[in-house]
């Protein structure tokens, strides 16, 4: 079977421009390239297709009964590609078009609600379409720009942004603890009804922290959820401990109507992440979307350093 010579769209494209003008000079000035290029161009057209595309004389240039018809068939689809060019090259530069965010059911609250609010407003031309929920949703599979992520990262392909991290407390609320003991260490919450986030059979493993110390606990309870607004909810009503991010419980600490138990213990740091399929030909909408995220004063998590290194931590047992 004879094999087909593939002809160079650029050459194609210089012939369109040589025909619109009819002069290789004033085509080779518009697209700033010698003449002797732009003659090269069409001479190597004509021989890849083997017709005469351009009747040269001395006085003028026209274009043969075959050169009509090939820039009539060319010269349209060109102009779509050019289209689409200008339109892929406007989206890349401006802030427009549709932005797929994905985030855990942690900051579907006010805040964050004011944050995309403010961001939209200020980005009119960029369509939000946000997804709430603790799923780790694929987002090449999903189509989604970019995600939020409390915790261990469990796709290693997406790109990765520190953007701050979360701990939590040991509190409950004064209801709670009338008449019974205060834990004093963390296995004393083995004896206390606990409100469980996630869990099977109510039950889970609290990992506190103290400094270099470790403690793991098992624990258990009357109610288990799995968001952090219904927990905070059940542990404010007095159904047992909980183990609250610092956004669910800092206000009520200040105020008395939750009291922080094992003040020298907290979870150890909750690392919040942006992610994103890639980094390359970023698009100016998630460009600015991602600035506008590191910039924005978030209840939801704490702007710490990145942690160093440190010795192999103390392990207590329950």
């Given at each position: 079977m004879q094999k087909l010579n593939m002809v160079n769209l650029n050459d194609i494209a210089v012939f369109v421009k040589v025909a619109q003008f009819k002069s290789f000079s004033r085509a080779a000035q518009a697209m700033s390239m010698p003449v002797s290029t732009v003659s090269r161009a069409v001479s190597n057209l004509e021989e890849q297709l083997g017709v005469t595309l351009l009747q040269r004389t001395t006085r003028k240039l026209s274009l043969t009964g075959q050169g009509r018809d090939y820039y009539n068939q060319c010269n349209g689809p060109l102009s779509d590609l050019y289209d689409a060019e200008s339109v892929l090259t406007q989206i890349q530069k401006n802030p427009e078009g549709m932005l797929r965010?994905?985030?855990?059911?942690?900051?579907?609250?006010?805040?964050?609600?004011?944050?995309?609010?403010?961001?939209?407003?200020?980005?009119?031309?960029?369509?939000?379409?946000?997804?709430?929920?603790?799923?780790?949703?694929?987002?090449?599979?999903?189509?989604?720009?970019?995600?939020?992520?409390?915790?261990?990262?469990?796709?290693?392909?997406?790109?990765?942004?520190?953007?701050?991290?979360?701990?939590?407390?040991?509190?409950?609320?004064?209801?709670?603890?009338?008449?019974?003991?205060?834990?004093?260490?963390?296995?004393?919450?083995?004896?206390?009804?606990?409100?469980?986030?996630?869990?099977?059979?109510?039950?889970?493993?609290?990992?506190?922290?103290?400094?270099?110390?470790t403690a793991k606990i098992q624990v258990a309870g009357p109610i288990a959820s799995r968001d952090f607004q219904s927990v905070s909810d059940f542990t404010y009503r007095g159904h047992g401990i909980g183990l609250l991010p610092m956004t669910y419980c800092d206000e009520q600490i200040r105020n008395g109507t939750l009291i922080r138990l094992l003040p020298e213990w907290s979870s150890p740091e909750i690392v919040v992440h942006t992610v994103y399929p890639t980094r390359k030909f970023l698009p100016s909408r998630l460009h600015v979307f991602l600035e506008a995220l590191k910039a924005w004063k978030s209840p939801f998590w704490l702007f710490l350093p990145i942690p160093k290194k440190t010795e192999e931590p103390d392990t207590l047992k329950n």
């Open positions: 965010i994905t985030a855990p059911v942690i900051m579907g609250q006010e805040p964050f609600y004011k944050f995309l609010s403010d961001f939209q407003s200020n980005y009119p031309k960029i369509k939000i379409d946000l997804f709430i929920t603790n799923s780790y949703l694929d987002l090449i599979a999903e189509n989604l720009d970019v995600g939020i992520r409390f915790g261990g990262l469990r796709d290693s392909t997406l790109i990765t942004k520190r953007i701050g991290a979360s701990i939590r407390y040991v509190v409950a609320a004064p209801d709670y603890l009338k008449g019974r003991p205060l834990p004093s260490k963390p296995r004393d919450l083995m004896q206390h009804q606990c409100v469980i986030l996630g869990g099977r059979n109510n039950e889970t493993e609290w990992e506190l922290v103290n400094g270099r110390k």
